[in-house]
């Protein structure tokens, strides 16, 4: 997988070939086939390599504020998802962009969305704040933070990574009507 991602972001999905990652990994090409079918497959698994990795992150930078702080924990999941979707923008940009299942039900099921709604849900059950849908609030933060990322890859003129993380957190603090800080 690491060479086919390797090739796949060197390259390019479509230029890149089995024959090309069976060489780069060092294996014959029947290894290849012994555990993947076609790129595509190769491409899904990096997918989900991804995902379970930017999760780990997310749960991670959560975990490490203390479980009533639910402000922190906000701003530490919007502090781990700028960053982690800035340093891997184009690892991203390969596995959802290259990658279009044609299940929606596949987006719906996203494990970030759903550790970002028990965040949401957790927290106003605790009172730290309101929301009339955790989930729909989930949704439209993770898209927002994920906008406002897309944005600065392709500005021009380019913020710190400080100042977004801090209007992305601003933004979500503001959804969740808690004072921007």
């Excluded at 299942?101 to 849900?121: E, G, M, V, W, Y």
């Excluded at 933070?145 to 890859?153: M, N």
Aim: net charge neutral; charged share 30%; proline share 2%.
């Amino acid at each position: 997988m690491d060479a086919a991602q390797a090739l796949f972001l060197a390259k390019g999905f479509d230029a890149a070939s089995v024959d090309e990652i069976v060489k780069a990994a060092d294996v014959a090409k029947g290894t290849f086939y012994f555990y993947f079918k076609t790129k595509e497959d190769v491409l899904q698994a990096l997918r989900a390599r991804f995902v379970e990795d930017f999760h780990t992150r997310l749960m991670d930078a959560v975990d490490s504020k203390a479980p009533d702080d639910w402000v922190g924990r906000l701003d530490a999941w919007v502090g781990a998802g700028v960053n982690g979707y800035l340093d891997e923008f184009e690892l991203h940009d390969l596995v959802f962009h290259e990658f279009r299942p044609s299940n929606r039900q596949r987006k719906h099921d996203n494990p970030i969305i759903a550790h970002l709604t028990t965040l949401i849900a957790s927290g106003e059950k605790a009172g730290a704040w309101k929301v009339r849908d955790a989930r729909l609030t989930a949704v439209m933060l993770s898209n927002a933070l994920h906008g406002a990322v897309d944005d600065e890859i392709v500005a021009s003129v380019k913020s710190s990574r400080t100042r977004l993380v801090a209007e992305v957190r601003a933004f979500c603090r503001l959804a969740l009507r808690l004072p921007a800080k």
